[in-house]
């Protein structure tokens, strides 16, 4: 409920294997998501401890939706979109907001 699990990431940003903002990392059974991202070019982005569509829906959204959200940050990427995900990813852990388990 705190998102403590996220910490061990923070080691695999250190070595460069992912950034702070990017899409979420897909699971090995989302199949669908990695196609999709794929075809639109997500792909191409490091995977992130928060992103876009991390802060928008969390585990609310549908797969098309975090697709199309993880291609509007890759349209949209700048140091102050960066800034605006990164605040509204402490807000959103301080409330323990859009959590669904």
């Not at 702070?20 to 991202?37: D, E």
Request: proline content about 3%; charged content about 25%; hydrophobic content about 40%.
């Amino acid at each position: 409920r705190n998102s403590l699990d996220e910490l061990p990431q923070f080691f695999s940003v250190l070595k460069g294997d992912m950034s702070f903002m990017g899409p979420r990392p897909a699971l090995f059974n989302q199949n669908h998501l990695i196609t999709l991202r794929t075809k639109k070019s997500v792909d191409k982005l490091l995977t992130g401890i928060t992103g876009w569509a991390q802060v928008i829906g969390r585990d609310k959204l549908s797969i098309s939706s975090k697709v199309a959200l993880d291609l509007e940050y890759l349209n949209c990427r700048s140091f102050w979109f960066d800034v605006k995900i990164l605040w509204t990813t402490f807000s959103k852990v301080i409330k323990q907001d859009g959590i669904s388990h």
